[in-house]
């Protein structure tokens, strides 16, 4: 019974760490990442759509991002997109392509932007934290059904740790490899 709950757990976990790694994306570490730009919401065909649905994306040098957008007609709103995101990013059309030039990081916003990835790192490990939480609650709900005894709880409970704790580690690696990439020049 609780091989489910622990099963569910294991996705919880699996999708957790998902949401981190795609927010850790998402900070600019001084190097053209097609990532970088991805979610940027553009205006098109009447509705807000994300610049991946709208165009290629390719980092052709460590300084450089280029936006092909499939439909020629959308170029100056998917630089206008770009502009509005509030990334520091200025896109620049040139032809039928966006061209957006990464500015090398000054060492004051490397350690301001490893500040924001350990923040983003904790609400990893908050997210970690509320999941074991429900899942201990599931687990101990358990106790006094017939067939299950107080050591297989026990045991479910010292797995489900097992667990978090591998997950917390985990985060604690991707904050790490992060920062190391902030922090090279």
Same mark, same amino acid.
């Given at each position: ?5 622990? /099963? ?11 949401? %981190?790694?795609?927010?850790? &994306? *998402? ?22 759509? =994300?610049?991946? #649905? ?26 206008? +997109?770009? =502009?509005? /995101?509030?990334? =520091?990013?200025?896109?620049? %059309? ?6 957006? /030039? ?8 490397? #350690? @301001? ?14 997210? &970690? ?8 609650? @599931?687990?101990? /709900?358990? !106790?006094?059904?017939? &067939?299950?005894? !107080? ?6 409970? @010292?797995t489900m740790q097992k667990q978090i ?9 991707? +904050?790490?490899?992060?920062?190391? @990439?902030?922090? *090279?020049l």
């Amino acid at each position: 019974m609780s091989e489910a709950i622990l /099963a569910k757990l294991q996705s919880r976990l699996a999708q957790a760490v998902e949401v %981190v790694k795609k927010d850790l &994306g *998402t900070v600019r570490t001084g190097r053209a990442k097609p990532s970088i730009v991805e979610e940027v919401k553009v205006e098109a065909y009447g509705t807000i759509m =994300n610049l991946q #649905e709208l165009a290629s994306i390719s980092a052709p040098d460590t300084s450089l991002i280029v936006v092909s957008p499939w439909d020629r007609g959308l170029i100056s709103a998917v630089a206008a +997109g770009i =502009n509005k /995101a509030g990334l =520091n990013l200025n896109a620049m %059309v040139d032809g039928e392509t966006v061209k957006i /030039a990464i500015p090398a990081l000054s060492q004051e916003r490397r #350690e @301001e932007l490893v500040k924001l990835v350990h923040q983003k790192v904790e609400g990893g490990k908050v997210i &970690g934290r509320t999941i074991r939480g429900e899942i201990k609650e @599931e687990i101990e /709900a358990q !106790e006094g059904e017939s &067939g299950i005894s !107080e050591d297989s709880i026990k045991s479910w409970l @010292e797995t489900m740790q097992k667990q978090i704790d591998k997950f917390m580690l985990e985060l604690e690696e991707l +904050g790490k490899e992060k920062e190391k @990439e902030l922090m *090279t020049l």
